[in-house]
């Protein structure tokens, strides 16, 4: 599917957490072809800014084939724009841009693993994975933050979908007192997984090597810089592996092209 | 649209003209075909390629861009498919489209230039070369052909004896004298000349204490630079005979006519693709509308009516 | 905020010894008087007054100023009270406040930068001069002084020697090599160097067809040249062994660590303090925030750590 | 009265016409030492821009010592953004800025002749000599505008502060059909009188010939780019005349600091 520009309208804006906003909004275009692990760029200001870039944001869920969602963490001036519309106003968007993530074609051992708002794209991952072939039973989603209140209503949304969550937080208010990725301790080992995460850079790092120890199938979601979302600039490389990756003689990966999911194995993730 | 309107049309580079002076800046427009999407590729000017050099170039480490005031830098580090994968693989969608394709290239010795020009010269569908001779993100040779106005004969020279194409020279702002390295391109050959290439800049992480960009410094773009690229374009305009591309910080069409006002026969967009990939065609139908809401009078009119006086 | 904090302290200009490092540059702060109402002047690093010629200067014809993206272009034309009257009219107020004043002088000839160099030695409460060899808008002499290494040399080595004041010379970005004028002001006795003065730009009006500043060409300043700055003050501390002072679109207490750990010494706030005339001592506070923040450990140990390996 | 920096806060916002809007801003600060011919810059944007640079505005009127007007037309993205503040929200100014209109400090007649938005500065100016010296009958007030709605709402403003007032359009729909400076004629040519005037520079270049050929006291408050308002950048110089003028041999007038109100017989018309 070609990406396209258009203006969204925003329905509906709901704060989850103190700088953690959801944007509900109607583009049927978008809505109809975007697949779990896509992205949009959406414009973070008025004109041509500050800020000048547009601002990559994962899509969170889809509804009725007609409206979008964001989940969208504050932490500068873009997504302080963004977060901060109304319903009402309107959102430029281009999309859907990216490579998502590849739904398993049998049903199998899923498990998800989400750090803070990198959790974001998971969620229309799990909707359709469990609308599609997979079973709720087997189906983990492992999630974490820092503090509960960082995770407790994501969590909440998950297990509406029907699938069990369990959590980690950093300073143990809720869950499991420590990290996210020591949870993959309670897979069952003699199982084969297939895993699916999005989160900051060391957690699925910390993910990608431990599956790629045991042979499981992993996709991750990565996050980069990126000025333009539509493989114009060339900005958003990471270096990647095999015969065309830089560890393996070859060159880097543009993670809005090739990107933003990869399999664990064609990331460098040493350099 | 599909019929030309020859009130937009200008002449640059050695006789080449093209329906109208919206012209793709390299490296902002991938290979044409990441915009089909977003623009009707048969209206543009013309289409400016990413910069191309005889073997595949992995390009810099990453972090690769960052954000300025009304700006960006980049050290991208010329990354690119290398000659014979975009003959092989991008000139078949681009020699379908209607609007002329340029090629820029880019090397690091006086070979390199050449090999690539003559290679060009032999493949269909390339309607002029635009030699890159000031990217800063190349550490060898690069930035000494684009400040030195001897070197910029030279490559220009050379490059002109090995094709029969127009050929168009892209300077660097990164110099004392404007006039002087265009001076040098013209006295080399040059159908035209184009400007300006990114300024030299870098960014530092306070927090890390370190460089942003993984190549320390990089090439600022944006409308931070248009202030300068104006008069830069105005400057070399003022001193050579041939057409001056104009190129720095064009995001509207208001941009796009002072750019001529100021010398320009045409211009190329960069940065602004990035941000709304649909500017060039936006700017060209704001071209149709000035053009008409001036009593037609063609748009070639108003190339170095800057009154000082 | 009477008391000194010696953990802000710096050295730049021969043994001069700053405060802090937040000094305003010359031409965006007046006399220094006109912002006695919006900062506590005392607290400065030091307070760096509107340019000086020998002759009073009416500057040019308006419009002289025009707003960018992220920045402006000035053409003001070093319109200046000249010596006697700033000596007679200025420097009573000056003299009153606590921090460090510095001059900084223009001159068309060698001459006349002698002649002002030597009646500053013989005026109290100049604490160093700012040699300004780099003003794009005077035609005369000014431009080739700031571009070419011999002569920064030469106007370097001629105002030392008339004054036994500490001396700064101010660089003009609109060079190719920054670093051989850089290296050239200490080969001629700088006691610290300054930089960047305005990037020379230029703004069209298209309705008119005229340029926007009646001077046609003009500096520009602001945020959007931050990046060449910070460039710049890279290149340049690298090769020269004394303090280098960093100016260019300084808004925040962020962009002065940037400048300090690229290799500045102290800093220089221009434009900002016309837009927030409180800039300065808003981002002294801010620095002594930081250095709080960072165990009290002396804000000069920051100085030149950016990390590039 | 030195300047200072402060945020005011946006108590009312009416709108005149099409792009024309009034503010009402709590600062009694200001309010308490603004004189007519006064204005502020205005930051026209958040954060650091763009635009970059604040805006100059007259002050409008005062009311009760505590709260000042502005009166503003949306020309640009300054004016848009200044205009668009809702009460609640806070404007940061910088005032009060440059030398005001000189007040009569005896009676005698007025004529206060006003273009578009230029009006801005003349009505309070307007009330502080009808609250001074000045009688309302030996006032006239001549407002220009492009069509009537342009001037109708100032028009009636005026005439609520007691003073006569006259109307000229560009298009005829309300008062004399013509430029507001042909009034200048029904003024009765054996009296004298002390004209104050602001709107665009030609037709406050009219009327100050006009005054000076008469040899009538005449002020008028000019416009021009300003970066800082404060006098440090001298970016907003117009030619002056005699001794210090640059048609005396002498320099440029600085509208931030030596006006924005001159004397007609100051300024280099002709240059
Ligand atoms: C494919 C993709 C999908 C994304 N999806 C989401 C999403 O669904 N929800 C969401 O809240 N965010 C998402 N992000 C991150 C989001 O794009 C950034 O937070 C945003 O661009 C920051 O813009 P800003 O202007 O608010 O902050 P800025 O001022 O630009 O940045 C604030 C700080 O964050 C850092 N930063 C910004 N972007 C990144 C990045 N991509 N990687 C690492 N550090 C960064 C900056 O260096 C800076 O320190 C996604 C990013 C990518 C690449
Ligand atoms: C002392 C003074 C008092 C003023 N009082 C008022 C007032 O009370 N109400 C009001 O609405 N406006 C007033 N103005 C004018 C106002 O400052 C400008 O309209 C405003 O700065 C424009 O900003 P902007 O960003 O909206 O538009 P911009 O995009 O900056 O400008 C839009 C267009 O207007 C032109 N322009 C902008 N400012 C001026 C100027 N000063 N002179 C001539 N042309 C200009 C620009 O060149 C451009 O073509 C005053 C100006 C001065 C100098
Ligand atoms: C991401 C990026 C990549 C670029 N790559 C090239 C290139 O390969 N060859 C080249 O000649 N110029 C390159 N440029 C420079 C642009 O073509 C253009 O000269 C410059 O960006 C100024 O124009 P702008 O301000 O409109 O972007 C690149 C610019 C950007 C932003
Ligand atoms: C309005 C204006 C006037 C200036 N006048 C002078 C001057 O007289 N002498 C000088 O050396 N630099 C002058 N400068 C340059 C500044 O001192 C400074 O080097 C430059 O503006 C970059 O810093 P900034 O981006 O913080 O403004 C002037 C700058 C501005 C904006
Ligand atoms: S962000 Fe521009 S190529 Fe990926
Ligand atoms: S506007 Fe800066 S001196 Fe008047």
């Not at chain 2, 040098?184 to 184009?194: F, K, L, P, V, Y």
Request: aromatic share 6%.
């Amino acid at each position: 599917m070609m990406p396209f520009k258009c203006n969204a309208e925003v329905r509906g804006n709901e704060k989850i957490t103190g700088d953690i906003w959801r944007l509900t909004l109607e583009v049927p275009a978008l809505a109809r072809v975007a697949s779990p692990g896509q992205f949009v760029m959406a414009k973070g200001s008025k004109g041509s800014g500050p800020p000048l870039w547009r601002r990559p944001l994962s899509i969170h869920q889809v509804l009725d084939d007609a409206r979008i969602q964001l989940l969208i963490k504050v932490v500068g001036p873009g997504t302080e724009f963004i977060a901060g519309r109304r319903p009402g106003e309107t959102i430029s968007l281009v999309g859907p841009l990216g490579r998502g993530f590849v739904l398993p074609e049998q049903s199998g051992n899923v498990c998800i693993v989400g750090g803070g708002v990198g959790t974001a794209p998971l969620f229309y991952l799990t909707s359709r994975l469990l609308g599609g072939s997979v079973k709720p039973e087997s189906v983990k989603v492992f999630l974490g933050g820092a503090t509960a209140t960082d995770i407790m209503v994501l969590a909440k949304d998950f297990k509406a979908l029907g699938a069990p969550v369990e959590i980690a937080t950093d300073d143990g208010s809720a869950g499991y007192h420590g990290l996210v990725t020591e949870l993959l301790n309670r897979l069952e080992p003699g199982k084969s997984w297939r895993v699916y995460s999005c989160g900051p850079h060391p957690m699925m790092k910390t993910v990608a090597l431990y599956c790629l120890d045991r042979q499981w199938p992993c996709q991750v979601s990565l996050e980069t810089l990126m000025a333009c979302g539509i493989s114009a600039c060339l900005g958003c490389a990471v270096p990647g592996r095999g015969p065309t990756g830089l560890a393996g003689g070859g060159g880097y990966l543009h993670v809005c092209k090739e990107g933003p999911v990869f399999e664990a194995g064609e990331v460098a993730w040493e350099l | 649209m599909g019929i030309v309107d020859d009130r937009l049309q200008v002449d640059i580079a050695g006789g080449l003209q093209l329906n109208n002076p919206i012209m793709t800046a390299s490296g902002t427009f991938g290979y044409g075909n990441e915009f089909s999407n977003f623009v009707d590729l048969d209206r543009l000017g013309a289409i400016i390629v990413k910069g191309i050099s005889l073997k595949p170039r992995p390009g810099n480490p990453p972090p690769r861009i960052v954000e300025t005031s009304c700006g960006m830098l980049n050290a991208i580090g010329l990354e690119n498919v290398g000659l014979d994968n975009f003959i092989s693989e991008k000139m078949p969608f681009l020699r379908k489209i209607k609007a002329p394709v340029i090629v820029n290239i880019l090397g690091d010795s006086l070979e390199e230039y050449q090999t690539l020009s003559e290679k060009l010269n032999d493949t269909s569908g390339i309607s002029a070369i635009e030699v890159n001779i000031s990217c800063p993100n190349v550490k060898r040779g690069g930035v000494a052909f684009g400040t030195d106005p001897a070197m910029v004969f030279q490559v220009t020279e050379s490059v002109k004896s090995r094709t029969s194409r127009p050929v168009i020279v892209k300077l660097s702002p990164n110099v004392t004298d404007i006039t002087a390295t265009a001076q040098a391109a013209e006295d080399g050959g040059a159908d035209a000349i184009s400007l300006i290439n990114t300024l030299l800049g870098m960014a530092v992480d306070h927090r890390a204490r370190r460089p942003r960009l993984a190549n320390i410094v990089g090439g600022l773009s944006g409308p931070a630079i248009k202030p300068v690229a104006l008069r830069m374009v105005w400057q070399a305009a003022n001193v050579v005979r041939i057409p001056v591309i104009g190129i720095g910080g064009i995001m509207t069409v208001e941009d796009v006519l002072e750019f001529m006002i100021a010398g320009a026969s045409a211009v190329q967009i960069g940065t602004a693709n990035l941000i709304e990939p649909d500017t060039t065609e936006k700017v060209l139908d704001g071209l149709l509308d000035y053009v008409e809401q001036n009593g037609g009078r063609p748009i070639r009119e108003i190339i170095g009516t800057l009154q000082t006086g």
